[in-house]
């Protein structure tokens, strides 16, 4: 076969990248979505490095206190006295660029992180935490099997989703003395921030004490209860979705609250099922084009799921667990059965959830849930991913641990071999010649 003819050779009237016009350099920056594109387009050359500020590392205001507590809490010793502080974590994806030789089963080629910055300056030397992807807690004993240096410029780092929650800061006498029932109001379920850059329009909602919502907006003195007109409403979950809050309670009712605080009922209870309307949690994930809400049930009989795909002879049918997804058509104000997913893959945990499409995430199952309780360990937090850990498969509506599933398991643990290159050591660190900072990275909590 004839070989192609070589490019042409650069003329006058080829575009000079590194030429372009500040202003226009700036103006395309600051259309960039993530902290990480920003960093990729810092690292094209010296002249958009210069151009273009190194950005902080978290999207959050800077040293905001909330008021403590969120909601009235009989239990609460009136005399603690202390704040919150908004806390962020990324999940990234990280590939390698080069071609992997060796076979699918026996690694990935994605490998998803969850990652919080320590320190919110932009000092060259900055530590970081890993965290387990699907849960609050961190990774343990993760940094011995990592290499000592990671060279960026060998992988494909993006962003996959924000994760935020609250610590709760005591003043006072006897600070870190706190019984049982003040944990109720310092262990927050879920919290979700608003997508404005502006620092007024910044809002937070949080699920707290005894399933309540709560709205703290910038300037506030304390937070604001989500009253929907009901005796007893018991919240699950809550996502920010497409300019306003959206969250659903434990029977599938599902309300939105907008920045004028105005609430609005966008979907009616499930159906029942057994004793109740419908599973015993359900969690929000939203995607690009849908708000899917994922309804767990625990220790199921099989015969309440006959009209679905449920695959009895496989070996994970006895697995106690079944799940049902829906997505809001909110003009009829009801949820819709979803039967696939298709090239999509959902992934819900206790402190966060998010989807992605299996086209861009090599190595994740498609039309399938990934899921996961308190802990992704198992036992002594010593092997991942443990046993309340598992998939769900929407095609033979079948659940099973993680670990049943090698060729998509990797996806989280353990780190692929790709990563190892390197001699191992106690931690690992980011070379400045991509991002322009040296990351310092611990598996335990500070």
Known sequence: MEKPPPSPPPTANS??????????????????????????FRAVCPTWRSSTPLPPKTSLPPLIKLPFPIGPNPRLNPKRRGHFTLKESTIFSIEPITKISNSYYSTT?????????????????????????????????????LPKVLNLLDYKVSEVSKVCGLEFVAVGKNPDEIDFNEMKSIRIRKVVVSDSKKDQDFAIMAVHTGAKLGVWKMGDKKWTNIDDGRERALYDDAVYYKGKFYAVDINGLAI?????????????????????????????VKSPDELFLVDKYYDVEREMFEDERVDSDSDSSDFPLYLMVYKLNEEECEWVKVKSLGDLALFVGDDCSFCVSVKDYVGCKANCVYFTEDSFSKGGRDDYPGYDTGLFDLEDGT?????????????????????????????????????????QITGHSP
């Open 15 to 40: 575009p000079q990248w590194s030429g372009l016009n500040r202003d226009l350099l700036e103006k395309i920056a600051k259309c960039i979505d993530t902290r990480t594109d920003v960093l990729h």
């Open 109 to 145: 080629k994605t490998w998803l992180i969850k990652i919080e910055f320590l320190t919110a300056s932009n000092e060259p030397n900055t530590k970081v935490l890993l965290k387990e992807p699907l849960s609050r807690f961190a990774f343990e004993g993760l940094n011995q099997k």
């Open 256 to 284: 939105s609250v907008d920045s004028s605080m105005k609430i609005k009922k966008v979907a009616h209870p499930l159906p029942r099922f057994g004793f109740g309307h419908g599973g015993q949690f359900k969690y929000l």
């Open 399 to 439: 659940a099973s641990p993680l670990s049943a599933f090698p060729g998509y398991s990797k996806v989280f643990w353990p780190p692929p071999t790709w990563l190892k290159a390197n001699s191992c050591s106690s931690g690992i660190t980011a070379v400045t010649s991509t991002f322009n900072q040296k990351l």
